[in-house]
């Protein structure tokens, strides 16, 4: 036609959609780039915006999908469409995401700072919600690569932005990673912080799967850090806590605190794919493990000046040798005085007997004193 309208907008939407049931990718493309010059005058932006969504999503299974966007990004910026080409670069950067390819997406990201940036190199603060979306997704990438240094710095510089309107699902994406980073520091307090807000972020997002997920990572932080304080007593979790999803960590957290290691271990055995099923947290069930078995064994020490180690194995379920190592380090920790004879394999508390003894003296003490008080009443 002529002029280019709405009818001749709508049908070649229509050849678009044909060539790619058809498998005719090559005419597809063809197509798609004739419809583009469509959307800048035909119709309004709400409605080319809407479509041109729709042909990208199918695109994506086709192995020129890179032309595709190519097409689409060239065309919103003949348009000065600039909103709409940062969405569709976010959105690119994203399938390089899934992809892993980090090269690729680091170029992207780079590339969409700068349109966020003034001339002089400063942050546009109009466009803080767009660059807290590009940092997101650099979190999300340094998260998987391990790179700590670079998530730290981002992770900071994102929470420096402040007064800016963004999806709750952005600030869940930040605040999860952030989670993640403080755990690998063992930074357990702040990455507790950090679940909670991601939990929060994420309710408020309807982002179900991704909450849940954080509760489970914010219930490890709250055992880690050795709280005493139960994450399902906030009014935020408090109705997550029969939660399906949920139910293997509440027991968890109460064996946990109350040290009982044998439902500890049940439930980690009955609960293998809800709990050890996430990498995440099973990088840290050792640690759990080992801070159960540690609190458990200085109840147990208690009253005494002298134990088997055996007897202590077979209270805590584990080996020998792994109780002599918990000894070794609570006694180099100055947790406990003593000192482990290992050919008998007893662990002599050296310290308790000398406590032992200035108790017996001041006991001794006490009783003179009073029998000498008994004895001035007496005279009076």
């Known amino acids: 036609e002529s002029q280019k309208g709405e009818w001749g907008f709508k049908a070649l939407k229509r050849m678009v959609k044909l060539y790619y049931q058809n498998a005719q990718i090559d005419l597809m493309l063809e197509k798609y780039r004739q419809f583009l010059t469509y959307t800048k005058t035909a119709v309004t932006r709400n409605v080319s915006e809407k479509a041109i969504s729709r042909i990208l999503s199918r695109a994506e299974t086709t192995t020129q999908l890179p032309e595709f966007y190519t097409a689409t990004l060239t065309a919103m910026k003949e348009a000065k469409n600039e ?15 899934q992809k892993e390819d980090y090269d690729a997406m680091n170029q992207l990201c780079a590339e969409l700072l700068t349109s966020c940036t003034k001339a002089d190199g400063s942050l546009d603060q109009d466009k803080g919600s767009q660059v807290l979306e590009v940092y997101a997704l650099q979190i999300q990438m340094y998260t998987l690569t391990r790179d700590n240094k670079k998530l730290k710095q981002i992770y900071e510089k994102s929470l420096q932005i402040k007064n800016v309107l963004v999806h709750p699902r952005i600030t869940g994406v930040i605040r999860e990673c952030g989670g993640k980073m403080h755990m690998y520091e063992r930074d357990f307090v702040q990455a507790h912080t950090d679940f909670f807000e991601a939990f929060k972020a994420y309710d408020e997002a309807g982002a179900a799967a991704r909450r849940i997920q954080c509760l489970k990572y914010l219930v490890l932080a709250n055992m880690l850090m050795k709280s005493d304080i139960n994450p ?46 996430d990498a995440f947290i099973r990088l840290y069930i050792e640690d759990l493990m080992e801070n159960i078995r540690t609190a458990k064994l200085l109840v147990l020490l208690s009253p005494y000046t002298s134990l088997r180690l055996p007897y202590l194995a077979a209270q805590l379920n584990t080996p020998v040798d792994k109780v002599e190592a918990l000894l070794v380090s609570l006694i180099l920790d100055g947790k406990i005085e003593g000192r482990i004879d290992q050919v008998n394999q007893i662990l002599i508390l050296e310290g308790r007997n000398q406590a032992h003894r200035k108790h017996a003296h001041l006991q001794r003490w006490a009783s003179e004193i009073r029998g000498q008080h008994h004895q001035l009443l007496a005279r009076l």
């Not at 940062?86 to 690119?92: H, Q, R």
């Not at 500890?264 to 050890?276: H, K």
């Open 232 to 277: 399902f007593q906030a009014q935020e979790t408090r109705d997550f806590r029969n939660d399906k999803e949920v139910a293997a960590m509440t027991g968890l957290i109460e064996a946990y605190q109350q040290n009982d290691i044998p439902a500890f271990e049940r439930i980690l055995q009955e609960n293998e794919e809800s709990i050890l099923g």
């Open 83 to 97: 909103k709409f080409w940062f969405k569709i670069n976010t959105k690119l950067a994203n399938l390089y995401f």
